[in-house]
């Protein structure tokens, strides 16, 4: 398969693996998300609706087509080519629509698997399919059923979806196995569904809403349908100023399309939160990208709604759980990101004096409950699971005093001085260096935590957010060392000391011993690159060129095309994870802004 890249008159092309795809996201948390043929149960189109995620399609596709030769991003318009047949796809910006279009009229399936996107019952799933003023009604309501709740036949939900097109169709209406080999593949279970196969359209243009409410539904799809050239055309007529690098213009437009009224999503398809570190460590990007009143709201929103013991909340909205259970309500390490953001906006004249008065009372709450509650011995004390590296194995959680935990105090304590001039927080920074000096810095390694020096890439953290914690030639000699435990060929950093026994060179999947313990983070690789280029261009020029030039090639041709993915096994450059990751687009953007090759 070849998968281009359109920037101005020019376009970039490479053969590419026929396992990547493609997101499509309506900037309101809404999105689009195929592969070549199902593969997750997280493909398909997705609607966020009152806080609220769920899946609306599995699939929609030619009836016996040939496979796809070719994909094409055109940034917010994707196409894809099977053979002399082309496909298009569009989820236009606030609406809850997808429109598709085919070069020529061709039978094309619609199967729907509407559910809340974590949810994988099977039953209580019912389906109508019925025609009604000009449109096709495809009406859903979930209701509970004994055969997996203790309740029975209580309604959870009502959808409809709505169907314009300019064809013929017929209704199929029969149930449909699903093995979704890439969930199959993580260990991420159930990996088989019935999906529902609702019916056949011979068309060239299919419009599609959904929404809870019928009358809406029919109005979007018919308001869609009848502007079909003018949303389509206008948006894949646009182009991007001919000259721009294209990794970052796709890094821009993958990074603003997870923005949502309400903040920044961590990723998709299945990190669709608000997690109060990934939105913090990401926000510089969107400054830099001329969105600093959000970033402003982002930060200011974590502030304001800080826990009682001076931490932000892990996640805003609705409480995130997963297999593993729930995620702890707080962070370790958000209030310290909001801070570092904070200092960012100073730096760049984007506070107004009632902000800097605002964000100094908040951020002195937040730095003196931390103090209360959780200075021991000198030092910031976290929980098991409470930093980024929040996965268990063997029980290697990270409790304790961690360095980038020290960091983010420091520069929490840098700032506050700075905003105030009070003795206090002064004498409080240097009393904090002096004792992460004085017991993380034996000249050569800077201790991952208290007595840990496992060879670990948090101190590139502790760099980028503090840099005053070593001298510049005491920064190469860590950078230094670190690199020799952690470096990986094809240009990245392995998560731990390549001869940790738990070290892991091969992406594990859902089960988590390869996540923190092996994998390479792509947000961490593009972090570390830029404290490293600034700390001895020379010295380590040839590690920052290998890791921009690593995640550019995810960007552009592996996973989801146009996407930063979240991680790659350590053994090989390889797309794992979440394949749109907000703090890895985020820490690329701020990357090539450093190499001035945005």
Request: hydrophobic share 40%.
């Amino acid at each position: 398969m070849k998968a281009f890249h359109f920037s101005g008159k020019h376009a970039s092309f490479m053969d590419v693996s026929d396992n990547v795809g493609f997101f499509l996201t309506n900037r309101n948390g809404s999105f689009l998300h195929l592969s070549k043929e199902p593969v997750s149960r997280y493909n398909g189109w997705f609607y966020s609706h009152e806080g609220r995620m769920y899946r609306i399609l599995d699939d929609i596709s030619p009836v016996n087509c040939r496979s796809i030769t070719s994909i094409k991003d055109y940034s917010s318009y994707f196409e894809r080519e099977r053979g002399s047949l082309a496909e298009g796809f569009f989820v236009p910006e606030n609406k809850s629509l997808l429109l598709y279009e085919l070069s020529e009229p061709y039978l094309v399936s619609l199967a729907f698997d509407i559910r809340e996107a974590y949810d994988s019952r099977q039953w209580g799933r019912n389906y109508q399919v019925y025609y009604e003023r000009g449109a096709i009604i495809v009406e859903f309501i979930k209701k509970t059923h004994l055969l997996e709740d203790i309740r029975h036949d209580n309604e959870e939900y009502h959808f409809f979806v709505a169907i314009r097109h300019d064809g013929r169709s017929s209704l199929v209406k029969k149930w449909v196995y699903r093995d979704y080999s890439y969930d199959r593949l993580r260990s991420s279970f159930p990996c088989t569904r019935f999906v529902f196969d609702a019916l056949n359209i011979l068309a060239g243009r299919i419009a599609i809403s959904v929404s809870a409410d019928k009358d809406a539904a029919l109005r979007d799809a018919n308001a869609a349908f009848a502007n079909f050239d003018k949303l389509v055309r206008s948006v894949k007529r646009a182009k991007v100023p001919a000259g721009k690098n294209t990794a970052y213009n796709c890094a821009a437009g993958s990074l603003l399309g997870l923005c949502t009224g309400e903040g920044l999503l961590a990723g998709l398809p299945w990190f669709f939160q608000l997690w109060s570190r990934d939105e913090a460590v990401s926000s510089k990007a969107l400054m830099l990208l001329g969105k600093s009143d959000f970033s402003k709201k982002i930060l200011f929103r974590q502030l304001e709604g800080a826990l009682d013991d001076g931490r932000t909340k892990n996640v805003f909205g609705r409480n995130y759980s997963s297999g593993t259970g729930p995620a702890p309500s707080g962070s370790a390490d958000g209030i310290g990101w909001a801070s570092v953001r904070i200092r960012d906006l100073l730096l760049m004249n984007k506070l107004s004096a009632v902000e800097k008065r605002h964000a100094t009372d908040l951020l002195g709450k937040s730095a003196e409950n931390i103090r209360r509650n959780y200075e021991q011995d000198g030092f910031i004390f976290n929980r098991a699971l409470e930093t980024w590296m929040d996965t268990a194995v063997a029980g290697d959680t990270r409790e304790g005093f961690r360095i980038e935990i020290q960091a983010l105090q420091l520069s929490m304590y840098s700032l506050l001085h700075r905003l105030t001039g009070k003795r206090d927080y002064a004498r409080l920074e240097k009393e904090l260096l002096g004792n992460v000096r004085a017991e993380f810095w034996n000249g050569k390694i800077l201790a991952d935590g208290l007595r840990d020096f496992t060879p670990r890439p948090n101190a590139f953290i502790a760099a980028y957010v503090y840099p005053g914690l070593l001298g510049r030639d005491e920064w190469a000699a860590c950078f230094g060392s670190l690199l020799d435990s952690l470096w990986l060929d094809w240009g990245g950093l392995s998560s731990i000391d390549k001869n940790s026994p738990l070290f892991m060179d091969r992406h594990s999947g859902e089960p988590p011993n390869s996540y923190h313990r092996g994998d390479s983070w792509f947000w961490i690789n593009n972090l570390s690159a830029i404290v490293m280029h600034r700390a001895d261009k020379r010295l380590f020029g040839s590690y920052v060129k290998r890791i921009y030039d690593a995640s550019t090639h995810d960007i552009l041709w592996k996973g989801a095309i146009g996407c930063h993915s979240e991680l790659s096994s350590a053994r090989e450059q390889s797309a794992e994870g979440c394949p749109n990751q907000a703090w890895s687009s985020a820490m690329f953007i701020e990357l090539a802004n450093e190499l001035k090759k945005k």
